[in-house]
């Protein structure tokens, strides 16, 4: 089985572009910085931090000494005030690096009526509530994360409320887990789309493995290309990119219907709602998880 060195720095923040910069030119692999996740939105919506931890792989065997020697002395040259901290070096069988993630995503229940488990633990007693599987790939949306929780409990509100749900848009679908809670929760017709063509397979896998293909369309069908009267729309995107999609998701609203916006930062809400302020819309609810924000319009006019 192969084997990785992982060498990880702790450095001052503004150095942490050149030091992984460096790290990947030194290993020829990928570097990971911890504050920059797969599980956040965007990069400029994450709060500076003070130091940044950045982790680099480097094939064993390899020259693993004089790498670090190399990576000691350029952090020695980069003069910040206090002291370089060592560089840490860890050997890790592949294996183990590969799978260690799965170890973070547990089977969750969510509102009152879902229970989202991932696709390799075998099914727990689900106490009456439906199950969604999930075996995210590369694509986001596990329920780990504060926005799709948001997104699913106040979906979960909408449509137990008895809302008119017979065709429903999941904009931005990452692993499908909004499309398939919809179609398990009730709705008819779910079309799920997202720009990426990675998640949409991704999603379309997770459709079959929830027996919900046959209700959920998932496609990279562009928003503008896609019709109107949608009963509801969700869309778990950025605030920037649903202030600019604003009119386009809107206008494929139906009147009545309910849009459920989240992936905004709290000190984004504002900008997310001026967004949306000249459109016929009475906000219904404003939900808050940790930092993020999650809102929920209803079509008036
Ligand atoms: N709905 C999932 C995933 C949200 S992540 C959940 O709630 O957990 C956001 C997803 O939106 C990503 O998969 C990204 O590729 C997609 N996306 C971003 N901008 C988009 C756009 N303009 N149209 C469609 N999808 C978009």
């Known amino acids: 089985m192969a084997s990785w060195y992982e060498v990880t720095c702790e450095v001052p923040a503004a150095d942490s572009e050149a030091v992984a910069e460096l790290l990947a030119e030194l290993s020829g692999c990928g570097v990971c910085m911890e504050n920059r996740q797969v599980d956040t939105f965007a990069v400029e919506s994450i709060a500076p931090l003070a130091t940044a931890v950045i982790t680099g792989y480097f094939t064993h065997p390899s020259p693993i000494e004089q790498h670090v020697a190399r990576i000691v002395s350029f952090l020695g040259g980069l003069g910040g005030p206090a002291p370089p901290a060592a560089p840490q070096v860890r050997l890790v069988a ?34 009456g509530r439906q199950v969604i599987i999930i075996d995210p790939g590369m694509a986001f949306g596990t329920g780990g994360h504060e926005t799709t929780r948001l997104c699913l409990r106040c979906l979960e509100q909408v449509l137990g409320d008895g809302a008119h749900a017979s065709r429903i848009l999941d904009l931005g679908t990452g692993s499908g887990i909004l499309a398939i809670a919809a179609a398990k929760l009730g709705a008819g017709q779910v079309d799920a789309v997202d720009i990426d063509e990675q998640a949409v397979r991704i999603a379309a896998e997770n459709c079959s493995l929830n027996q919900v293909a046959e209700q959920v369309r998932c496609s990279a069908t562009p928003l503008k290309e896609l019709g109107e009267g949608y009963d509801v729309i969700l ?14 998701i809107v206008r494929r609203l139906a009147v009545g219907g309910s849009v459920i916006l989240s992936g905004i930062l709290a000190e984004r809400e504002a900008f997310v709602r001026s967004g949306f302020d000249s459109f016929p819309l009475a906000l219904e609810a404003a939900h808050a998880d940790g930092e993020w924000s999650c809102l929920h319009y209803r079509r008036t006019a």
């Open 94 to 127: 592949e294996e183990d690096w590969a799978d260690s993630w799965k170890s973070h995503f547990r089977p969750m229940t969510v509102g009152r009526r879902l229970l989202v488990t991932p696709s390799w633990e075998t099914a727990a007693d689900a106490g």
């Open 235 to 248: 869309a778990n995107i950025l605030a920037e990119e649903l202030v600019r999609l604003a009119p386009e």
